[in-house]
């Protein structure tokens, strides 16, 4: 018997969650809502599990076989088969760098020894597997936490960077499966989540744990995000372009959902060239430029 649909408060969470190793992603994961599904690639789940059972939350385990947790044939069939007539409420995915990075390791070291002789074949392995991932995820209209990290680097130039261990075509491709994506940040022994954007509402605060476990924040990004936004202003803000993006693949997953480009693929490398090109000072500069080249391509005269 089918059930009636009731109106919801807030959004489904659709969230992304980025930030150090050792910040405490797992941890927020343990706060989601239950019960948890978790995608176990970085095998560390177990650390937070009876924090996740204290808050009330039941943890299910996509397989007790680790390897079936990094390859993405086994976790699309292990979805498959097991969550038809399941109560799942949110599919954690812990870690996307685990997945991911090491298909692109790997295409690195097929061309260096000459397995392949182009490295695309090594980029298009990467690209199916991260949609396959994002199909075998979405597909059940449950809650997902995708977390993925920070590390330090530098640049040409030696340059700090801080940079994340996911690609930003990948990211990208990951943005259009979002409605929030949020940062771990830490001033000194405090830690909190930025919430780094927003679909449909407010997006670049941060709310500072309290509890030293995360408890309830969940509950407050909704709320700082959505409270006091009607439907309309939710709209309104999904169909504006910004006038900063927050990272290079929220701005080419906007100009993919305008329609402006046919693949992620594409856009990365207009946005790239016209960065290189035009060499903006300010990221509010680059959106700008950003935001006139979507519009000019779409036929726009705005």
Do not use: C
């Not at 790997?106 to 090594?122: C, E, M, P, S, T």
């Not at 396959?132 to 640049?155: C, E, F, M, P």
């Not at 693949?263 to 490398?269: E, F, G, L, M, Q």
């Not at 500069?285 to 391509?297: C, I, K, P, S, Y």
């Amino acid at each position: 018997m089918f059930k009636q649909m009731v109106k919801q408060k807030y959004p489904p969470r659709l969230w992304g969650l980025t930030g150090y190793p050792g910040g405490g992603k797992s941890t927020f994961a343990a706060q989601m809502r239950g019960p948890l599904l978790v995608v176990d690639a970085d095998h560390r789940f177990q650390e937070v599990f009876d924090l996740a059972v204290q808050s009330g939350r039941v943890v299910y385990e996509l397989s007790n076989v680790p390897s079936d947790n990094v390859d993405t044939d086994r976790i699309t069939e292990r979805l498959t088969q097991g969550m038809p007539g399941a109560e799942v409420g949110t599919i954690v995915v812990d870690s996307l760098t685990a997945i991911i990075a090491p298909l692109v390791t790997q295409a690195i070291q097929d061309k260096a020894a000459g397995r392949i002789k182009n490295q695309y074949a090594g980029w298009k392995n990467k690209a199916i597997a991260m949609r396959q991932l994002q199909d075998a995820v979405t597909r059940w209209g449950t809650d997902s936490l995708w977390i993925y990290h920070l590390n330090d680097s530098k640049d040409a130039n030696g340059r700090d960077l801080v940079k994340s261990t996911v690609s930003k075509t990948e990211l990208a491709r990951l943005t259009r499966s979002l409605n929030m994506q949020l940062e771990i940040v830490q001033n000194g022994s405090k830690r909190g989540i930025k919430v780094v954007w927003a679909r449909r509402g407010r997006s670049g605060m941060t709310l500072w744990d309290e509890t030293g476990t995360w408890a309830g924040m969940p509950e407050r990004i909704e709320s700082a995000v959505y409270d006091g936004l009607t439907r309309e202003e939710q709209e309104r803000i999904a169909q504006e372009a910004p006038e900063v993006f927050p990272n290079p693949e929220t701005a080419i997953a906007w100009a993919v959902d305008q329609k402006a480009f046919e693949s992620i693929p594409h856009a990365r490398n207009a946005y790239d060239k016209l960065k290189r090109e035009s060499d903006p000072e300010t990221a509010q500069e680059m959106a700008a430029l950003w935001v006139a080249d979507v519009r000019a391509r779409l036929g726009e005269n705005k």
